[in-house]
């Protein structure tokens, strides 16, 4: 067979299908838009199957008149306007490609309700499949915000669209994980999530004024769990042979950011509720490579802790929390689709710095 290229309509739904693998990247992205918009709430209802209908609907500033042709285009993004501003945006955006509204333009039909303060009343836009732009438009009332619903997920991928049927259940309890590691990371944003029909599905966060991160354990997790943790920061500057003044914070350094357990606590308490960690509160992956590495490190320290011992069966899947505030450039975000792996320029401070921090703890 003789090289050519593809058809545009090939190139599109092979790289759709990578950007979008699973409904719940849908959710994923979208609650990524809407925090990158500024939403204080975020809404998700979805289907029971998961296919037919998902919908994200938030409080945040909305999308100007200006952009909605632009809006289900591949590569068309407010977010970023040259790869060289990446390692500074990364940590003030979740999203930065223009590529997944556009992916899942062409792995489904999508309408967009949106109105920004300007805005007399809302507008509804159909998007025109697979191109992008709007194929239709209509005034409708709504507030401000912006709510986006994927209809007929999949439906041009038959073999994914009946894998996905099957596991629907797994993905509605992925999608909870999810939400669960961004109110951690995230814990003044208040979030709802709804199974359409099936009231048992459903979940919800509801911070409280000034909310932190041992609130929104308190209410993922209970009051045990809370009661067993203690919040504990640490400058990676304290790790270096000259440290700074207390509460000094060079442009250099990594702030950690810990809920973790407390000297004392209850192994029944902690144990089974997972590892949380955020980059910049972006929720990162358990499978991410500096992840593993900061799990190795906790380890042994909690076991001691709870007289375990490092010979004896470790606690299954401990709780923490952390998260890691980083200078810019420090970090590349641009790693795998979901953008919820990172690579580190000096992994050495971070790794060095949690190490201090749990000597410190325990």
């Known amino acids: ?10 190139v599109r739904l092979l790289g759709s299908s990578v950007v979008i693998s699973k409904p ?14 500024g939403a204080s709430f975020v809404e998700i209802a979805i289907s029971p199957n998961y296919l037919d209908t998902i919908r994200v609907r938030d409080d945040g500033q909305g999308i100007d008149i200006e952009d909605f042709d632009a809006l289900g285009k591949r590569t068309h993004t407010s977010k970023l306007r040259a790869f060289d501003e990446l390692g500074s945006r990364a940590r003030e955006t979740l999203g930065f490609r223009g590529e997944a509204l556009a992916a899942m333009n062409s792995l489904a039909t999508i309408t967009v309700t949106t109105r920004t303060v300007k805005d007399v009343v809302a507008t509804r836009l159909q998007l025109k499949p697979k191109a992008g732009g709007v194929d239709n438009r209509q005034p409708v ?38 939400l669960k590691a961004c109110a951690l990371a995230r814990p003044d944003l208040r979030l709802s999530f ?5 009231a048992t599905h459903c979940w919800s966060y509801a911070p409280v004024c000034a909310a932190g991160v041992k609130e929104a354990a308190l209410q993922i997790f209970g009051t045990t769990l809370a009661n067993n943790c203690v919040y504990v920061s640490r400058n990676s500057a304290c790790d270096q042979a000259t440290p700074p003044q207390l509460h000094q914070q060079l442009p250099e ?44 490190i906790y380890k042994p320290y909690l076991n001691r802790a709870a007289g375990t011992g490092e010979s004896c069966a470790s606690i299954p899947n401990p709780f ?10 420090s970090y590349d975000v641009n790693v795998t ?22 000597q410190k703890i325990y």
């Open 1 to 10: 067979m003789p090289i050519s290229a593809l058809p545009q309509s090939t």
């Open 194 to 198: 709804k199974v359409l029909g099936e």
């Open 337 to 358: 689709p979901l953008k919820d792996e990172v690579v580190f320029g000096n992994e050495g401070a971070i790794t060095a710095c949690f190490e201090g921090l749990c």
């Open 24 to 37: 719940c990247d849908v959710v994923k992205e979208l609650l990524d838009n809407a925090i990158d918009a």
């Open 141 to 178: 009332s709504a507030p401000v915000g912006t709510t986006v619903q994927i209809t007929k997920l999949f439906d041009t991928l038959p073999v994914r669209k009946q894998y996905s049927l099957k596991i629907s259940a797994k993905y509605i309890q992925s999608t909870k994980d999810l």
């Open 253 to 296: 350094d990594f702030i950690l950011e810990a809920l973790i357990p407390k000297p004392g606590f209850e192994v029944q308490a902690v144990k089974g509720k997972g590892f949380y960690l955020s980059i910049d509160s972006r929720p990162i992956s358990s499978q991410d490579a500096m992840a593993k590495k900061l799990i190795a």
């Open 320 to 329: 923490v929390q952390l998260n890691i505030r980083c200078p810019p450039n």
